[in-house]
């Protein structure tokens, strides 16, 4: 399937045959910290509030497929803990097919995220567990099917990213590849990537231009197919081979842009699951993370199964995106 055929159907429902998504990539604990202003080095801030939740880019982009109606795996390893428990109970409530996500002799892994009045955020993460994960890709190839959509983040290792994006390829699966954190240079890997996700900065550091719309024509020129840059408040930037286009972000008061991107990924992910054309799979996709910046957490953020529905039949339709190449 490509994602730019024409919209298939535009309702959330079960189809044996439709396009499942499998994410392959990290599960973890986060502690979230909110404070009047991000501490510069050698300061103290106060935490005003404290949240506890789950995440791990992996996990959050699982939950948010789940909600919207789209069948998902989630391939990841956790600890063989309390928390690594946790987190199974709760992805198995999402229903996220768990079964094959690994129990390694590590501590789950942990992110601390510190929040400020405006919303922006920085984030320490432990991964020793997403860092000692190397599934065998032919064992994910065989539990998806033809067309199925594998998404990575880029919390794995190059080689193993690398092997999967190649398997994936070979097996006749589509790929998300959305390469935050960036741990390794994965150009060299964007033939093999169908959708490829960065925002500003991590579209600058692979790109080496500052410009979006550079950094963007660059990475599609680099192999992937189609190529989308978020920009926060300034919407995204949609490149392929027939050009490139800006769709405005829709309005919202950010309160806390933790799991924004997670959550515009696995819309996009949902969204190809139903059939959606790129524009309102990217539309849909903006409206989600228009909501989950005005919330504070990161899975606690998402919105759930009826409220992603509603979304969905309630963005207008994008008559004519502006035209940037």
């Not at 690398?162 to 060299?188: E, I, K, S």
């Not at 990475?219 to 920009?231: K, P």
Request: charged share 20%.
């Amino acid at each position: 399937m490509r994602v730019d055929d024409p919209v298939a159907h535009t309702t959330i429902g079960d189809h044996d045959l439709a396009p499942r998504v499998c994410v392959v990539g990290n599960a973890a604990l986060d502690l979230s910290l909110r404070v009047d202003h991000l501490p510069v080095a050698g300061e103290t801030s106060l935490a005003v509030e404290t949240l506890y939740d789950l995440g791990g880019k992996g996990a959050n982009q699982a939950v948010v497929v789940a909600r919207a109606g789209t069948p998902t795996q989630l391939f990841a390893a956790i600890g063989q803990d309390a928390e690594g428990d946790r987190i199974v109970a709760q992805l198995s409530a999402e229903g996220i097919d768990t079964s094959h996500m690994m129990r390694v002799p590590y501590p789950t892994d942990l992110s601390i995220i510190t929040v400020d009045a405006r919303g922006e955020n920085t984030i320490v993460t432990r991964n020793e567990a997403a860092a000692r994960y190397h599934p065998e890709p032919r064992s994910i190839v065989d539990a998806t099917r033809a067309g199925d959509w594998i998404a990575l983040q880029g919390n794995l290792s190059a080689e193993f990213t690398a092997q999967m994006l190649r398997a994936a390829r070979l097996g006749a699966r589509c790929t998300l590849l959305n390469p935050g954190p960036v741990c390794f240079d994965c150009v060299p890997l964007l033939g093999d990537v169908d959708v490829l996700v960065v925002n500003r900065v991590e579209a600058s550091t692979l790109s080496a231009h500052d410009d979006p719309a550079r950094a963007a024509e660059a990475l599609q020129h680099a192999g992937a197919r189609e190529v989308c840059v978020t920009l926060g408040a300034e919407g995204v930037l949609w490149c392929n081979e027939r050009g490139m286009q800006h769709l405005p972000a829709m309005r919202a008061t950010a309160i806390d842009t933790v799991g924004a991107g997670d959550a515009f990924c696995g819309t996009l992910l949902a969204a190809f699951g139903h059939g959606l054309a790129m524009p309102l799979a990217l539309r849909w996709a903006q409206a989600v993370a228009a909501v989950v910046v005005t919330r504070r957490g990161a899975q606690a953020s998402f919105p759930d199964h009826a409220t992603m529905r509603d979304l969905l039949l309630s963005v207008p339709p994008l008559a004519s995106p502006t035209q940037v190449r």
